[in-house]
């Protein structure tokens, strides 16, 4: 794949992951970050990244942090937006990278919930605007939804597929821009049925963890439920769903145990109670074994593609 210029819109949380990740496989990133102070931190949490992953912090001098957004995304043949989760200033952001770029540069955006369909509506070039949705944290989750909404070009869902997983993602094709895309559909419905379970009091919130750490859960980093099915066959599947799915959680709003939770100050980790209560260091083991987890993986992944 050639090498080009991407830029990348937000240097937050996933901005700064992504621009990571696009740099390591040998890409110039131009990152437009309005905030200073974000923008200023950059460099270091870049480095952080590089030292995680064993890798050469030479690659971050291909990464070039801006604080307007014409610089950063000069003569680039991507974008990937990942700016505030807020329809209106993805909106701003779009309209204004359609005067800024190339009429075929791709537009890509990372919005969790929001259809690019809706970002891009707009535009005078939609054939070019396309949903790009990596996981926290972007350098480290493998997979990425590229999803394509009805204006989407085929050859556009192509150079994104192929570029990402240049880069070392697994980028798979979502058909359609429907809300949730696939992943979060999925994450989802599981945690709709976690909550009931503990509203319902068959189980508390620490024993649901156990349930999926310690249960299906050890083996679906490599057996997917569509390989399950198969695996048991299907006609036991069949008899699984007649008896159980009438029971499980049907309900169309937000869970009434989290607004609970939540007027009563447990916003989890970072209030120390949430769904449980969180000690004095406690959260930061959690997160710090996740980041462990995740850069392991991520090494041997790269020592088995090399
Ligand atoms: N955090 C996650 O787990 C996660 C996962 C998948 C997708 N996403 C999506 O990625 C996007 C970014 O999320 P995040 O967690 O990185 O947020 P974040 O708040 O960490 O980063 C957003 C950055 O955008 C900057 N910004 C604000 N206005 C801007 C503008 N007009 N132009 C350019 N940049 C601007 C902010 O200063 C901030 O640094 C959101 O759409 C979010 O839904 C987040």
Redesign the pocket.
């Known amino acids: 794949m050639h090498k080009q210029k991407i830029g990348v ?7 700064h992951g992504i621009a990571y990740l696009l740099a390591a496989a040998g890409h110039e990133v131009g990152v ?4 200073a102070q ?1 923008r200023g931190s950059l460099p270091q949490r870049l480095r952080a990244i590089a030292d995680l992953l064993g890798d050469d912090a030479e690659l971050i001098a291909r990464i070039a942090a801006h604080d307007q ?1 014409a610089p950063a995304v000069r003569n680039a043949g991507f974008v990937f937006e ?4 807020k329809l209106p ?2 909106q ?2 779009f309209a204004e990278l359609e005067s800024a770029v190339a009429p075929d540069t791709i537009l890509a ?6 259809p690019a369909t809706e970002i891009g509506r707009d535009l005078k070039h939609r054939e070019r605007v396309i949903g790009t ?4 944290p972007p350098h480290l989750v493998p997979l990425v939804e590229v999803i394509q909404n009805e204006k989407t070009n085929d050859a556009v869902v192509r150079a994104t597929l192929d570029l990402l997983r240049d880069a070392g993602k697994t980028a798979v094709h979502v058909r359609r821009d429907v809300p949730g895309f696939v992943g979060n559909r999925l994450q989802h419905a599981m945690k709709r049925e976690a909550f009931a379970l503990v509203a319902a009091g068959v189980c508390d919130a620490e024993t649901i963890d156990i349930v999926v750490k310690e249960g299906f859960g050890a083996r679906t980093a490599v057996l997917g439920p569509m390989e399950q099915s198969d695996l048991v066959g299907l006609d036991l599947a069949l008899d699984i769903a007649d008896v159980l799915y009438a029971h499980l959680d049907r309900t169309a709003a937000a869970p009434s145990i989290l607004r609970e939770k939540i007027k009563a100050g447990k916003l989890g980790m970072k209030s120390g109670e949430g769904l449980r209560k969180w000690g004095p260091g406690e959260a930061d083991a959690v997160r710090a074994r996740l980041s462990r987890f995740l850069a392991e993986q991520a090494k041997a992944r790269k020592k088995r593609s090399t």
């Open positions: 819109i937000g240097g937050g949380l996933m901005g437009f970050e309005p905030d974000v957004m990942a700016a505030p989760e200033l993805k701003r952001i955006s990372n919005s969790s919930a929001i949705h990596f996981w926290n």
